[in-house]
């Protein structure tokens, strides 16, 4: 099945810092999202990206969806202590009823004040 | 737009007990619902899709007898866990997207934390 590789696994950062984190697929999506998920809550939709080459920023957040499609990236610039949290990478195909997403395994993101 | 709610958000009972958890879009028509089970620091793991109108789909190695799904409305499905044991306790989370065939992203719950005594 499709596999998502999302690196860093982890990231200690000092406040104000710029952060980036990318996920490769061994396949093609046709949809690049990605999530924030805080301590016992859902994930949150950050940024949705829906053709290959797309970039695409939301304030502080901006991803890109590769022209591959098998590869999007998401940069945090300046980043805050609020940004703490687990990011997640997700890709989406569509087709008939399957809209199932595929999540990479996840973002740790620390922020130090 | 496109909030989804999880009820209840937290859910201790003994060992043999079903459990149901409901899933509401509050803004929006969901015609495909997601649930999903996450246990600590690793990633969602899909357990079941399901339509509204019909049965559920469940992902390989999901007990569809275990994991009742309902998708009762376009604004409600529901999760029960049925005669529960402590090996189900985790983090379940609910997501909806609002049309069956178009690219609009999953909107998540905020998740039920089951523990099974």
């Known amino acids: 099945g499709q596999q998502l590789n999302q690196s860093p696994q982890s990231m200690f950062i000092q406040e104000g810092e710029d952060v980036s984190m990318n996920c490769t697929s061994s396949?093609?999506?046709?949809?690049w999202l990605w999530y924030k998920q805080d301590p016992g809550e859902g994930p949150v939709l950050l940024i949705a990206l829906y053709k290959a080459g797309e970039l695409t920023s939301n304030g502080r957040l901006t991803a890109q969806f590769g022209i591959t499609r098998k590869d999007s990236f998401l940069n945090i610039s300046a980043s805050i202590p609020s940004d703490v949290g687990i990011y997640f990478c997700a890709g989406q195909n569509s087709g008939g009823s399957n809209y199932k997403l595929t999540f990479g395994k996840g973002t740790l993101l620390t922020v130090n004040p | 737009g496109a909030v989804v709610s999880q009820h209840p958000s937290w859910v201790i009972c003994k060992s043999g007990t079903s459990v149901k958890i409901e899933c509401r879009s509050l803004d929006f028509q969901a015609t495909t619902m997601f649930w999903y089970r996450q246990f600590p620091k690793q990633s969602l793991m899909l357990m079941a899709t399901s339509n509204e109108g019909s049965k559920a789909t469940y992902e390989q190695g999901v007990e569809k007898d275990k994991f009742l799904i309902n998708h009762a409305s376009l604004t409600l499905s529901t999760l029960t866990v049925t005669s529960a044991h402590p090996e189900d306790s985790s983090f379940y989370i609910c997501s909806a997207r609002v049309t069956r065939y178009s690219n609009q992203p999953q909107h998540f719950g905020d998740g039920t934390r089951l523990s099974i005594l």
């Open positions: 396949s093609i999506f046709n949809t």
